[in-house]
């Protein structure tokens, strides 16, 4: 477990360009600059388009020792052999999810601490939190914010807490402070000019709050 806390500090998820080769530059990049986990989110994209994609991805982080997940799509994480998946309110139930793909990693979106707490029963392996703050990569997003975060910190210990939702490096320290074991960031990485160097001051962050 702490292992896979370390691993999810910086957690990067895909935004929707259209250019792939961009795309893939930028995960690279930011890999390079301490990501140790990626996400496979691209909500307008067919299932063989993702799975092209999802192959890229899960060398990529293989050669940076890092995790490979996929959003909501437990057949194309089963297809190309991620890590493992995350999945929404909304989606697979955790206990189907759990019988396709094993020992694989599943982590779940809650917004509340009683999804949390369901969740975290159920066997999820972290759980991802928010919207901490708004944010126009999801504008339909509920929001938890930072009080949600502390109250689903002080009670849900099982598992890994990754907070999205607005996470830039000027708030970051905030959110981890909160009780965020971990950052999942979008724009913050994937849209910076240069996402290396945006995925380095990110992850030092994490690292700074976790000596404390």
Not at 153 to 171: F, K, Q, R, T, Y
């Amino acid at each position: 477990m702490t292992d896979l806390r370390d691993r999810l500090g910086l957690y990067v998820v895909t935004d929707e360009r259209d250019d792939r080769d961009s795309l893939l530059r930028a995960c690279q990049a930011a890999l390079r600059g301490g990501a140790r986990a990626i996400q496979l989110r691209r909500k307008r994209d067919g299932g063989r388009s993702l799975i092209e994609l999802g192959r890229a991805l899960r060398d990529l982080t293989a050669a940076h020792q890092a995790l490979y997940f996929v959003n909501d799509r437990v057949d194309v994480a089963l297809v190309t052999d991620a890590n493992g998946v995350h999945i929404g309110q909304d989606d697979m139930p955790l206990s189907d999810a759990r019988r396709l793909l094993g020992q694989k990693i599943i982590g779940v979106s809650v917004t509340t601490l009683d999804e949390a707490r369901r969740a975290a029963t159920e066997g999820a392996d972290y759980l991802g939190i928010g919207a901490i703050f708004a944010t126009p990569s999801k504008t339909d997003a509920d929001i938890s914010g930072l009080a949600g975060l502390r109250a689903i910190a002080d009670v849900v210990h099982e598992c890994p807490l990754v907070a999205i939702g607005g996470i830039s490096e000027a708030n970051a320290d905030t959110v981890l402070e909160a009780g965020a074991d971990g950052l999942a960031v979008i724009s913050a990485v994937m849209s910076a000019t240069d996402p290396e160097e945006a995925a380095r001051r990110l992850r030092k962050r994490v690292e700074a709050l976790r000596r404390r």
